[in-house]
């Protein structure tokens, strides 16, 4: 379900046609944080296979949650500002559905 | 501060001689479990590359939030029933405010 | 600063004229929402005053905790279906503005 | 289920006969937040009477939240460091499952 591979987009009802349109600027910086989240991932496993004391592993388990908590921030602003805004402008009733439901996620 | 690598231990002033001791079955479902995170992390960036509709990534954002909390409850679970008891049974007066702190940042 | 009283209205830059305008039905299961969760925190109160065995008080506070993020949803989704809404609409440039600092304290 | 009166006692299969044992210091300052957050409860309650703008009752309810996490976090620190400490020591088996359970819950 939450699985996915690096090649295959998710179906959506209303938005598989969609595309975000953020700057060059917006995507090289979350591209830059989500390698350092990567690397965070890779650096946890190589804690676990040497044994490393555990409360140093759930320590950085805890930094890369802050650190895509912040990522999922910076994204729901940017789609906020642009797709949100111009769709409401455009009329369009379902929009606010999907942010809710979005946000509800993300809030957990 | 939240920046690591694969090779650097964190120092930490009780703890660094102190290695954990779970069976390689639990550490072999964590590692399974990270490498889907992994895989989730980069299917993100290639989404964000590709222009993909933020609700569509902001999902996938919720989706790995969701696994490395699962991550972090399993590993609090094993740190709890086996370290944190031991050293409370050996008297070692510091388990208790180092494991709050730990719950504390997960907590946020 | 996240002490209130009965009676006065937060001063805020843009907002301190606005109005929201739910229906009565939304406004009167808000109430009742609310309700529950002061009796909760009394209840918690009292269990405390008795000496309750403080694994039963922390998942009272669980709960509590639960039904006062309900609520925070629900006023949220009442937010963005009118206010929000209008407000895009209108060209009001300060609202998404608004909007995001709101949700990311919900979002901690 | 979540709902409560301030008489009853919650029914636990290990726990209904233990009893907390916090110093009175300790459980005034729990009282006097529990007492903050109430009147918190009940600031919100007159805000969504009197037709507040909902984006004042949403940072208070972040307000309230944050105060019930703080009273959660402190409750947690005390369990610890009396009966769970108390319980490891005379070889309960329960205490670990019963703490991950409550800590799960606060993680959510």
């Known amino acids: 379900m939450d699985i996915m591979d690096d090649t ?28 350092r989240i990567e690397g965070q ?18 320590n ?16 729901l602003a940017g789609h906020m500002r642009s797709c949100v805004v111009e769709r409401i402008r455009e009329g369009d009733p379902d929009v606010i559905d999907e942010l809710l439901a979005t946000v509800n996620k993300l809030l957990k």
Chains 1, 2, 3, 4 share one sequence.
Request: contains cysteine; positive net charge; charged residues 25%.
């Open 8 to 35: 295959a987009e998710p179906v959506h009802p209303h938005g598989d046609h969609r595309r975000s349109h953020h700057s060059d600027k917006f995507k090289s910086e979350l591209i830059t944080r989500l390698n």
């Open 60 to 75: 950085q388990i805890s930094a890369a949650q802050a650190a895509l908590n912040g990522v999922g921030k910076l994204l």
């Open 41 to 58: 991932i890779r650096g946890i496993k190589g804690m676990i296979e040497r044994d490393t004391y555990c409360d140093h592993v759930l």
